[in-house]
Nanobody
């Protein structure tokens, strides 16, 4: 069993930056692909970014490419999402999740069903 806990959300003005952190415990961290998803009210959950076991592969949704950066520190059992140039449309609940493997290619959106362990979420609100 893996416990996933996110932190770092908050309120920021458009153009600002936030860094989300996610710590996983209860198992060997580098056994897991880590992903960030988000869900805004009335919208479907969206895969934002993923990173492979030692960080060799990453995925970014088109909507965040060039603005968000995912990274991981396996010594600290932590994955980060650096979010720059934030836009009001980035407003959502952000979830961190862990998967042993993906059924999708790294160039395509991840499948939520591949991620068996999820955090409670951290709210990101971007004001215009």
């Amino acid at each position: 069993q893996v416990q996933v806990v996110e932190s770092g959300g908050g309120l920021v003005q458009a153009g600002g930056s936030l860094t989300l952190s996610c710590t996983a415990s209860g198992s060997t961290f580098d056994d897991y692909i880590m992903g960030w998803f988000r869900q805004a009210p009335g919208k479907e959950r969206e895969g934002v970014s993923c990173i492979s076991w030692i960080g060799r592969n990453t995925y970014y949704a088109d909507s965040v490419k060039g603005r968000f950066t995912i990274s991981r520190d396996n010594r600290k059992n932590t994955v980060y999402l650096q979010m720059n140039s934030l836009k009001p449309e980035d407003t959502a609940m952000y979830y961190c999740a862990a998967a042993l493997a993906l059924t999708t290619d790294w160039g395509t959106p991840p499948a939520s069903a591949d991620f068996h362990y999820w955090g409670q979420g951290t709210q990101v609100t971007v004001s215009s």
